[in-house]
């Protein structure tokens, strides 16, 4: 038995094929409990983040790049108040092992509320009161959209997943 959450058909097909499997269950999962915000034609990205964040709920805040990871949680905590600043941080595949840890177990015990961050953040990490997922520019994949999108809301509780695709004017 294979189990995956989010494969394309390519994915499924080269799974069944690697693994001698003749037949698959596909579970259309619809999650109830996430509500789909647009934000794309928000008057300023910067602002509507900083009204998410000021809820001071976990927020993933993903991005397509590393150094946009960096400059949008910059950017972040240049317009936070000193209580919320410390509690935003970024995420990628390039930091060191130590630093991911850290800031996943901060994440986990709410040290850290906001991560801007790259799907990196996302396989094998389950926290259950992530309550806003914000997509600052579109997914690679409709796979990728949902596994994103997935984070949000777990546990069956309530959450958000925002559309707000990045323009730079």
Avoid: W
């Avoid at 400059?71 to 630093?99: F, M, Q, S």
């Avoid at 800031?103 to 996302?122: C, M, Q, W, Y």
């Avoid at 546990?155 to 925002?162: I, L, R, S």
């Amino acid at each position: 038995m294979a189990v995956t959450a989010t494969a394309n058909d390519y994915t499924a097909q080269t799974i069944m094929e690697g693994l001698n499997l003749s037949a698959r269950v596909i579970d259309n999962h619809i999650r109830e409990n996430l509500q789909l915000i647009d934000l794309r034609q928000a008057e300023s990205k910067i602002d509507e983040l900083n009204r998410i964040i000021k809820k001071g709920e976990k927020t993933l805040v993903y991005v397509n790049s590393r150094q946009m990871v960096v400059k949008l949680a910059g950017e972040l905590r240049n317009a936070a108040d000193d209580t919320i600043k410390p509690t935003i941080c970024y995420y990628h595949g390039g930091l060191p092992i130590v630093d991911r840890v850290k800031i996943e177990n901060d994440f986990r015990e709410g040290t850290l509320k906001v991560i801007v961050t790259t799907s990196a953040f996302g396989e094998g990490i389950d926290v259950p009161d992530i309550r806003h997922v914000v997509l600052y520019h579109l997914s690679f994949s409709k796979e990728e959209h949902n596994q994103l999108a997935g984070r949000a809301g777990r546990a069956d509780k309530p959450g958000e997943v925002m559309i707000q695709t990045y323009n730079p004017n």
